[in-house]
């Protein structure tokens, strides 16, 4: 029979597509019974576009797909093996009064609510499968009965809505991000253009109605004032810093797909904090006498980067104080001379020309550098750790790295 339960100040949003295990007490059996069928449970609530979730599975799935190196590289490969959460996690967040009826069962949201209706397992032969038929079945004919209750339209076959859902996740997920990123840098220009027409238009307006003895007549003035003027020359020319966050932004929508991957893939971030409750920590940095940038504290990870992106951190980093776009001509020669160290101390005319336009306050190559260099970082580990490690700052202001320089060693 099932029956509602309340949770109390749950540390994650309802979803009415996740079927979750509990229990009280450990059960041995149950326990076995998923654990050597899983996959086949997974599979059969997966095909209805529900997501089985049973909690200590879920955290060895997080481990293997470097959830965990990801949001917390300073734990060791030791203190990563030892995170777990048991079945029972969940009663923390439920009524007393409640806790000592939950038997081995499955639960499920019935509304965007902190009420789920509770299965007990016990009750259904969940043996004579190996993949919960039976209580599956139960949860569809109860979610049939929800849903004619919410619509009286009636309600949407399962397999229908999972395939809505699923298809074309990723993709629809790519192009929301690309879209939104477009109508912003489109917004901009359109904003931009808008004040120069509108002021070479009050200009014209201006010399249209002069008077006296400046002019003879206003026929005369007109004649001297084109009636179209082209105002892709009336622009003024953006430089780097301009078009800095949102370059930064545009070139990073790889990363943020891959993030956003990540945390569909059953990435719950309310476990995430209920496993490392431990405070941040940065990693020192080491310079190698082969440029090479490694993060000890990371489990010496090391960060890659192709020559001309590293030999512009090496210089940002040389500078604790920032550099200033607009000043960026006058590190030209020390930024060649990294490059070319790096290089092994060839240099190219190439090289020169790249170094030229990164150094070029009016040219993207800035941009597009600083982008690929927090890319780096942000592929090897989260935001809030990765924003000390690259090279930011505000519009017409210096830009640097945050870290502090004690933590850096040059060998």
């Known amino acids: 029979m099932q029956y509602n339960i309340t949770f109390r100040q749950l540390p994650f949003s309802p979803n009415e597509r996740n079927i979750i295990y509990i229990e009280n007490d450990n059960d041995a059996e149950v326990n076995q019974y998923i654990c050597d069928n899983y996959t086949a449970i997974k599979n059969n609530f997966g ?50 009064t409640q806790k000592a009826d939950i038997e081995p069962s499955l639960i499920y949201s019935v509304g965007h609510t902190k009420t789920y209706r509770c299965i007990p397992i016990r009750e259904y032969d969940y043996t004579q499968s190996n993949d919960f038929s039976a209580l ?47 109508e912003e840098k489109k917004r901009r220009m359109e904003k931009r253009e808008s ?6 238009n009050r200009l014209k307006k201006g010399v249209d109605n002069l008077s006296g003895d400046l002019f003879s007549t206003k026929a005369n003035l007109r004649k001297s004032v084109p009636r179209e003027v082209d105002f892709n020359y009336a622009r003024v020319p953006q430089t780097a810093d301009d078009t800095f966050p949102e370059e930064s932004r545009a070139l990073l929508l790889e990363v943020q797909d891959r993030i956003n991957k990540l945390r569909q893939m059953g990435v719950n971030l309310a476990i995430l904090e209920e496993l490392l409750r431990q405070e941040k920590k940065l990693s020192r940095m080491i310079i190698t006498k082969k440029f090479d940038i490694i993060l000890p504290d990371y489990n010496n990870m090391k960060v890659e980067m192709t020559p001309l992106c590293k030999a512009l951190y090496l210089l940002f980093l040389r500078h604790p104080e920032g550099i ?31 170094v030229d336009r990164l150094t070029d306050p009016f040219d993207n190559s800035i941009n597009e550098k600083c982008a690929r260099i927090r890319e780096a970082f942000l592929k090897q580990f989260e935001s809030s750790l990765a924003q000390h490690y690259v090279i930011d700052g505000m519009r017409g202001e210096p830009k640097s790295i945050a870290i502090p320089r004690d933590m850096v060693t040059w060998e």
């Open 195 to 200: 004040k120069n027409i509108s002021f070479f």
């Open 136 to 182: 599956l079945e139960a949860i569809l004919e109860n979610m049939q009965d929800i849903q004619c209750q919410h619509a009286n339209l009636g309600y949407m076959e399962p397999e229908q809505e999972a395939k809505i859902l699923t298809n074309k996740e990723d993709e629809e997920i790519r192009l929301r991000v690309l879209k939104a990123a477009e």
């Open 324 to 354: 200033m776009f607009s000043y960026l001509p006058d590190f030209h020669d020390e930024l060649l001379l990294i490059y070319t160290q790096i290089k092994d101390g060839y240099q190219t005319e190439s090289m020169r020309k790249s």
């Open 47 to 96: 095909q209805y576009g529900y997501h089985f979730i049973y909690l200590p599975l879920l955290v060895k799935e997080m481990e293997q797909q470097g959830v965990f190196s990801y949001y917390a590289p300073y734990l060791s490969q030791a203190e990563e093996a030892s995170l777990n959460l048991s079945s029972n996690w969940l009663l923390n967040f439920m009524e007393e």
